[in-house]
């Protein structure tokens, strides 16, 4: 099955903790992305990678960074969680120019 | 900055019916458009896609796209339970079609 695998699928944590997502996409595509979709289904786009290039969204603060081994992996790291990172964490990808294809998405509740 | 309003932001219709969707964008440069569905614990998936001003149907869904109005809109036609989704509005402009901002969504229900 070609696809966008997140994990894991929930993660509940306490404020201050680092948390790492995983995300893995085996359709070949050459960009990959984290999105933030908050309690009102609100998608906002955080970052995205393609050939070793980084693009941030400048209101990402800077305790999210993501971390790619190769073209098919981009992980998510929150190095000191707070209250209003709960939300839930899409990863997806493309290639140039065409329809963004993504995951089921990682549930982060911080108490 | 580009700015994406859907409206209504929820709507429940009887099976059968026709359904529609509204997205107005603020940025006249912009250059795709998409209709994603997302239906609930599960990924948003694209549906239709348009990038030029007209209609495009596929199916009983059908896309239309006004640039001058900065509107684009979708429609269902007999309205099926398992249409029922949040269904968001996405737009992209010269960065490419990839560079998506969405809209808050509407959620859609389609009671048998």
């Known amino acids: 099955e070609t696809a966008v695998f997140q994990t894991p699928n929930y993660h509940v944590t306490q404020v201050g903790n680092e948390v790492s997502f995983n995300c893995k996409q085996t359709l070949g595509h050459d960009t990959m992305y984290w999105y933030k979709q908050d309690s009102k289904k609100l998608l906002k786009i955080m970052f995205s990678?393609?050939?070793?290039?980084?693009?941030v969204n400048e209101t990402v603060p800077r305790r999210f960074s993501p971390q790619s081994s190769d073209k098919a992996h981009l992980n998510l790291r929150i190095k000191s969680v707070e209250p209003e990172d709960s939300a839930v964490y899409l990863c997806?990808?493309?290639?140039?120019?065409?329809?963004?294809?993504f995951g089921k998405g990682t549930r982060l509740t911080v108490v | 900055q580009q700015n994406v309003q859907q409206s209504p932001e929820s709507l429940i219709v009887p099976e059968g019916a026709r359904t529609s969707l509204n997205c107005t964008f603020s940025?006249?440069?912009?250059?795709y458009f998409w209709w994603y569905r997302q239906h609930s614990g599960k990924a948003p998936k694209a549906l239709m896609s348009i990038f030029s001003n007209g209609e495009k149907e596929e199916g009983r869904f059908t896309i239309h796209l006004n640039k001058a109005s900065l509107h684009f809109s979708l429609h269902i036609r007999d309205s099926q339970p398992s249409d029922s989704a949040l269904y968001l509005c996405a737009v992209s402009g010269a960065g490419g079609a990839d560079r998506l901002t969405f809209g808050k969504g509407t959620q859609l229900i389609i009671q048998p």
């Open positions: 990678y393609n050939n070793k290039q980084l693009i």
């Open positions: 940025d006249s440069a912009s250059q």
């Open positions: 997806a990808s493309s290639i140039a120019n065409t329809e963004v294809f």
